[in-house]
């Protein structure tokens, strides 16, 4: 029935958040359609950015808390807080340590949750 599946980010703010990913992931979008569309390729995981319509902005402005969050996997925590610094995104909080392994919450432009997470095997 179904033949795949990806996440979306709604963002009013496209250029910025479009920028942001392109910078923090070091890949260009594509497909891409300029104040319309992103998409990047990550690991297996379709990360699309869509501006909505005007008509629908009420519908996607970004609330103060949201349960959903983004888990990239990283070769290197430190070196991935420093990348977020650089881009004036720096994590607030400390890094934590599981069995699982390392991680730490950041936030894009428009505030979604991501999670960096070294695994315990790296």
């Known amino acids: ?29 594509q497909p891409y359609l300029p104040h319309v569309y992103a998409e990047f390729s990550i690991a297996g995981l379709k990360l699309g950015i869509f501006c909505p319509k005007p008509s629908n902005y009420d519908e996607f402005k970004q609330p103060s808390q949201s349960g959903m969050s983004l888990c990239l996997e990283v070769v290197n925590l430190e070196d991935s807080i420093d990348k977020l610094a650089q881009l004036g995104y720096a994590p607030l909080g400390q890094i934590t340590t599981a069995s699982h392994g390392r991680e730490i919450y950041a936030y894009d432009p428009d505030g979604n949750r991501l999670i960096l997470h070294q695994s315990a095997n790296t």
């Open 1 to 29: 029935m179904l033949t795949g599946a990806f996440v979306t980010i709604a963002s009013i703010n496209f250029d910025v958040v479009v920028k942001f990913y392109t910078q923090f992931l070091e890949s260009q979008p």
